[in-house]
C-alpha cells in the first residue's frame, strides 16, 4: 500500500511556472506508475502525465506536451510534475495516483492523493 500527498499548487499568471510534487510513503514506492490527473470545475477528471517505475518512460496528454514534464526522484519518494507554459485552461485541482500497471484510464489507478489547486489567472 502507498499513501500519497501533493503539494505545490497555488495562483499563476498565464504564462508562468509552477513545480507540483507527489510525495509517497512506504518502501514499495518505486515500483509504481505514478500519474498525475486533473479535475476542472464541472469537468471530469482527466489523465495529464505518467511515469514508469524507473522514470526512463513518460506519456503525457496530448494537451500538456512540450509544457509540462514529468519526473521522479525514487530515492525520495517523490515525483514531480513542472508545468510551463501555463493557460487559463489549465485551471484544475491536480492529483497523482499510483498503480502497478500503466492505464491513461482514472480507474486504472488504486491510490490516489487529495489534490491540489492550481489556479492560472489571464
Known amino acids: 500500500q502507498v499513501q500519497l500527498v501533493e503539494s505545490g499548487g497555488g495562483l499563476v499568471q498565464a504564462g508562468g511556472s509552477l513545480r507540483l510534487s507527489c510525495a509517497g510513503s512506504?518502501?514499495?514506492?518505486?515500483?509504481?506508475?505514478i500519474a498525475w490527473f486533473r479535475q476542472a470545475p464541472g469537468k471530469e477528471r482527466e489523465f495529464v502525465a505518467s511515469?514508469?517505475?524507473?522514470?526512463?518512460?513518460?506519456y503525457y496528454e496530448d494537451s500538456v506536451k512540450g509544457r509540462f514534464t514529468i519526473s521522479r526522484d525514487n530515492a525520495k519518494n517523490t515525483v514531480y510534475l513542472q508545468m510551463d507554459s501555463l493557460k487559463p485552461e489549465d485551471t484544475a485541482v491536480f492529483y497523482c495516483?499510483?498503480?502497478?500497471?500503466?492505464?491513461?484510464?482514472?480507474?486504472?489507478?488504486?491510490?490516489w492523493g487529495p489534490g491540489t489547486q492550481v489556479t492560472v489567472s489571464s
Open positions: 495516483a499510483a498503480s502497478i500497471k500503466y492505464s491513461s484510464r482514472e480507474d486504472g489507478y488504486e491510490y
Open positions: 511515469i514508469s517505475w524507473s522514470g526512463v518512460n513518460a
Open positions: 512506504g518502501r514499495t514506492f518505486s515500483g509504481y506508475i
